[in-house]
Nanobody, 123 residues
């Protein structure tokens, strides 16, 4: 089992930035990939970014590329999502996920999920 805890969400004005963190614990040796997803009000959960746990490959949704950056610190078992130039439409609950599919972009590619952290962008 893998436990994931997100942090770093909050209220920010449009154009601002937030850095989200996701700390993993438990059977972290089983992790091959980590991802960030988000779910806005009344919307389905959508892929944001992913990173390979053992390599430095990163993957992004087209709409986030250039504004969001995913990174990891294996020594701390932590994955980060730096979000810049935030827009009101980025308002959502952001979820961290862990799984065994490199570059997975589907919810079903991930086995473990955190509780989510709320990001609210005001106009």
């Amino acid at each position: 089992q893998v436990q994931l805890v997100e942090s770093g969400g909050g209220l920010v004005q449009a154009g601002g930035s937030l850095k989200l963190s996701c700390a993993a614990s438990g059977s972290t040796l089983s992790i091959y990939a980590m991802g960030w997803f988000r779910q806005g009000p009344g919307k389905e959960r959508e892929f944001v970014a992913a990173i390979s746990w053992h390599h430095y490959n990163t993957y992004y949704a087209d709409s986030m590329k250039g504004r969001f950056t995913i990174s990891r610190d294996n020594a701390k078992n932590t994955v980060y999502l730096q979000t810049n130039s935030l827009k009101p439409e980025d308002t959502a609950v952001y979820y961290c996920a862990a799984g065994s599919v490199y570059g997975g972009r589907r919810v079903s590619d991930y086995d473990y999920w955190g509780q989510g952290t709320q990001v609210t962008v005001s106009s």
